[in-house]
């Protein structure tokens, strides 16, 4: 099994930048898989991106293509997204998450493991 715990978080203002981390303990070789997540009040957990830890393929949702960046640090077996351009729309609470691999299907429920999430909010 592999642990996760997400930091970075924070309060900017629109237009600001935030990297946020994903570091992943236990038994890593078996998630391939890490996608980030951002649930706001009230509305459903939705998919922000992936990357394919062994090969490097990233995915993005529409929403944040061209803004943020997903990367990976294997000696540090951490997983970031770099935000940039931020909206008052990002505001969320971010999660992490770990799969075997990056399939074609791309939901929450797609994903066994988690984070505890980290609080990003966005001022206009």
């Known amino acids: 099994q592999v642990h996760l715990v997400e930091s970075g978080g924070g309060s900017v203002q629109a237009g600001g930048s935030l990297r946020l981390s994903c570091a992943a303990s236990?038994?890593?070789?078996?998630?391939?898989?890490i996608g980030w997540f951002r649930q706001a009040p009230g509305k459903e957990r939705e998919g922000v991106a992936t990357?394919?830890?062994?090969?490097?393929?990233?995915y993005y949702a529409d929403s944040v293509k061209g803004r943020f960046t997903i990367s990976q640090d294997n000696a540090k077996n951490t997983v970031y997204l770099q935000m940039n351009s931020l909206k008052p729309e990002d505001t969320a609470m971010y999660y992490c998450?770990?799969?075997?691999?990056?399939?074609?299907?791309?939901?929450?429920?797609?994903?066994?493991?988690w984070g505890q999430g980290t609080q990003v909010t966005v001022s206009s």
């Open positions: 236990g038994y890593t070789y078996s998630s391939n898989c």
């Open positions: 998450a770990a799969r075997g691999a990056c399939l074609a299907s791309w939901r929450p429920a797609d994903f066994g493991v």
């Open positions: 990357i394919d830890t062994g090969g490097g393929s990233t």
